[in-house]
């Protein structure tokens, strides 16, 4: 079959036809409107990861501002070598990481997913007041957040380390500073916190299904369980998705619970001892608080790392979709 | 005709810009200067934030030339991450001590060798002096101090049949408190060895004048056997230490306010929630080896440093300011009004200050003989702080007190390695 034009006579010719000057006229209006964007987005986001790529290659600190020296990889491969105090710390915040994201979004996701299915089919009542139940700890302040679940896993007194350890779980255990039992302490703050967030938003994707597919199942016969698996999880998928990431990028970046769990006024302790509770974006402030010879280089180098991680998590999430759909 | 003024419009900016590049220069003595300091937070507040607002007035009234003084608060951390981005420095800050190099190597540190005149200088502490006094110039003003202090609990120690008046003149007399406390079933101390370097510097600071700090060729000068008394002691101390109780944790505090805890080491910036709390407390000093030895733990110091700015009258004004605030008056009043502790040692010996509270007796007896924490001003180093990782595996078992000071000697170098000094 040949192509043929259906263009009316009064429909304006393509730009490419027009001559430079009338096409400019006619563009020009659109780059405008779009240029506050792109302004902004240079300076805001592109300007500064630019900027830290370029000092990742310098032996930028404190002191060396307007001596800068560009050492190539250096920085990078010391800070991968495991060799120095740097290295060893940034590997072992590494690992850390490597332990509490996955756990971290995996509990965080099936509580928040959890929770708004059973609010979901419960009468509709009851639906409003459990959101924002759920939500109140999302708005909390997070030092504040901090404080609350100290005192709760305090093993003297705390409400939660206490049964938790009639139960044999942590008896005597110093969750704050003991290793794997403090990244246990940064999951239950992170997913208390963050739960009500993702249940919102779990939620309100919820409400958005239409309720002629949940009248067709009760047709069939289907029960709530087959209405949930059948239905809602796969309808909900976008949203899903979408939680997923987020909270793979969000929890990647994990910073201020273990901070304010473990900062003083020495950088060095930082992490707790031997490292129980650091993480990448800790390190990077700890070389950019202790600022020796190109610890901000360091810095902008473990922050690039970091940023190469988070691409490809979410380069492999999108590759992942893509396979499934 | 648009080409002439736009080249003459240029030229004007240029010239401007050459004008605001050139060297040292003064304003007009008659403009009004607005100052600009940045202060810890605490110094805005309660008895210190008072303090600092009369000092304002006073200068204020004292120099016509002065429009403003604005106190901004901001920690350690704000501070040094503000300043290593070079723009919109204050005149003046106060900072710890520990940071003194990096401000050196980072800003333009003004000169207060002008302002330090032989009478004045001669009240603060030679140690204190001495550090801020490097190539020709003074860089700061030495301005507080701390001093780490033991808390008792003094219906714990009753109960235990210890006598506060007794004190702790030893580690070996500290350790046999310990055990009576452990014996009356309260709970002794916290853990010492699962936090930081806090508690055992305090303890490594008795053996201070066997301690051979320093660096050479980018290692450290301390050799191992120095310390390892200092870890045999903390070794001791921490078998009577509930090991799920930091010293920086609220509950801990909480056990100590609640006579369930006897003794508790803490800083000055402890006692007023004790104080407000109406347990019955004293605190003493960290204790010597031996009777009469040396006791004052590991000193904390902060400063106050001027900012260079090319303008000479507000390089006057910043450096009359900070002479004013390092006077000999104001760090009286400081110290009588807040408890805490200064530089000065006229300050510290006078008896009215001796006088006005425990703490402040504690503090200057502690000052004496205290260790400063790491060689302030000239090395970025850190150094204690590199117990915090082997003293932990001591706390737990993993190291031997000799094995915990080869590794603290290693995490030394390292952090030296890192500093690159």
């Known amino acids: 079959m040949g192509r043929t034009s259906h263009r009316s006579r009064n429909e304006p010719a393509p730009n490419r036809r027009l001559p430079l000057k009338t096409r400019i006229a006619r563009s020009l209006p659109i780059y405008i409107g779009l240029a506050p964007f792109f302004v902004l987005l240079i300076v805001f986001v592109g300007t500064p990861m630019v900027y830290g790529l370029a000092m990742s290659f310098t032996d930028w600190s404190v002191s060396s501002r307007s001596t800068l020296h560009f050492v190539g990889l250096e920085n990078y491969l010391y800070i991968l070598s495991g060799e120095g105090l740097g290295s060893t710390r940034f590997l072992k915040s590494l690992l850390n990481l490597a332990v509490y994201v996955p756990i971290t979004v995996a509990i965080g996701l099936g509580v928040s997913l959890g929770l708004a299915l059973i609010v979901h089919n419960l009468p509709r009542r009851f639906q409003s007041f459990l959101r924002s139940g759920f939500f109140v700890p999302t708005a909390i302040p997070l030092f504040l957040c901090v404080g609350i679940w100290l005192w709760l896993m305090d093993s003297e007194n705390g409400l939660v380390a206490s049964n938790l350890a009639k139960l044999g779980i942590g008896v005597d255990v110093n969750w704050v500073n003991t290793a794997g039992w403090a990244i246990a302490l940064i999951i239950f703050i992170d997913v208390w916190h963050s739960v009500g967030f993702n249940f919102v938003i779990f939620s309100t994707g919820m409400q958005e299904i239409s309720e002629d597919l949940y009248e067709a199942a009760d047709l069939d016969g289907a029960n709530v369980f087959q209405k949930m698996w059948n239905i809602t999880i796969p309808m909900m998928e976008p949203i899903i998705f979408f939680v997923i990431t987020y909270s793979l990028i969000s929890a990647l970046q994990v910073y201020d619970i273990p901070q304010i769990l473990t900062s003083g006024s020495d950088p060095n302790s930082v992490g707790g001892p031997n490292q129980v509770m650091l993480f990448p974006v800790m390190e990077m402030v700890r070389n950019v608080r202790i600022g020796g010879e190109a610890a901000l280089g360091r810095a902008a180098a473990e922050g690039v790392i970091l940023m190469v991680i988070i691409i490809a998590v979410t380069f492999i999430m999108f590759k992942l979709r893509r396979k499934k759909v | ?421």
């Open chain 2, 1 to 421: 005709m648009k080409k002439v003024l736009g080249a003459a419009a240029a030229l004007a900016i240029a010239a401007g810009l050459l004008t605001g590049c050139s060297s040292s220069e003064a304003s007009d003595p008659n403009k009004k200067q607005d100052l600009t300091l940045w202060v810890y937070s605490d110094f805005t507040q309660g008895e210190a934030g008072a303090v600092m607002n009369k000092v304002v007035d006073e200068f204020k009234k004292e120099h016509s030339n002065v429009g403003s003084v604005t106190l901004v608060p901001k920690n350690d951390a704000d501070l040094l991450s503000g300043l290593m981005s070079g723009v919109g420095l204050p005149d003046a800050f106060s900072a710890s001590a520990r940071d003194a190099k990096k401000y050196r190597d980072a800003v333009g540190l003004l000169n207060l060798k002008p302002a330090f005149d032989a009478d004045y200088a001669k009240g603060f502490y030679p140690k204190a002096l001495e550090t801020v006094s490097q190539d020709d110039g003074v860089w700061a003003v030495p301005f507080i101090s701390y001093t780490p202090v033991i808390y008792r609990n003094l219906t714990v120690l009753k109960n235990a049949g210890i006598d506060p008046a007794e004190g702790t003149p030893t580690q070996q007399a500290f350790l046999d408190q310990l055990a009576k406390v452990q014996a009356s079933g309260a709970t002794p101390t916290h853990s010492w060895t699962k936090d930081d370097y806090f508690g055992p510097g305090a303890i490594m600071a008795a053996d201070a004048d066997k301690i051979t700090e320093g660096a050479q060729d980018g290692k450290t000068t301390i050799r191992p056997e120095e310390l390892e008394r200092t870890f045999e002691v903390v070794q001791e101390i921490d078998k009577f230490g509930n090991q799920s109780m930091i010293y920086k944790a609220d509950s801990t505090m909480e056990a100590f306010k609640s006579n369930k805890l006897g003794y508790m080491i803490g800083g000055p910036w402890s006692e007023p929630a004790i104080k407000q709390s109406g347990v019955e407390y004293d605190f003493v000093l960290t204790p010597p080896h031996e009777v009469g030895g040396r006791t004052g733990g590991l000193q904390g110091w902060d400063f106050f440093y001027g900012v260079e700015s090319k303008d000479e009258t507000r390089n006057e004004l910043v450096a009359e300011l900070l002479k004013k605030l390092g006077s000999y008056d104001v760090q009286k009043e400081w110290t009588l009004k807040t408890g805490r502790p200064t530089l000065r040692q006229d300050v510290m010996d006078d008896p009215a200050v001796v006088g006005s509270s425990a703490m402040a007796k504690v503090s200057s007896e502690g000052l004496k003989g205290g260790m400063p924490q790491m060689d302030f001003m000239k090395s970025g180093v850190f150094w204690p702080t590199a117990m915090t990782d082997p003293v932990a595996k001591l706390g737990a078992g993993a190291l031997t007190p000799k094995q915990t000071a080869e590794e603290f000697v290693k995490g030394i170098n390292s952090l030296y390695a890192e500093a690159g000094e």
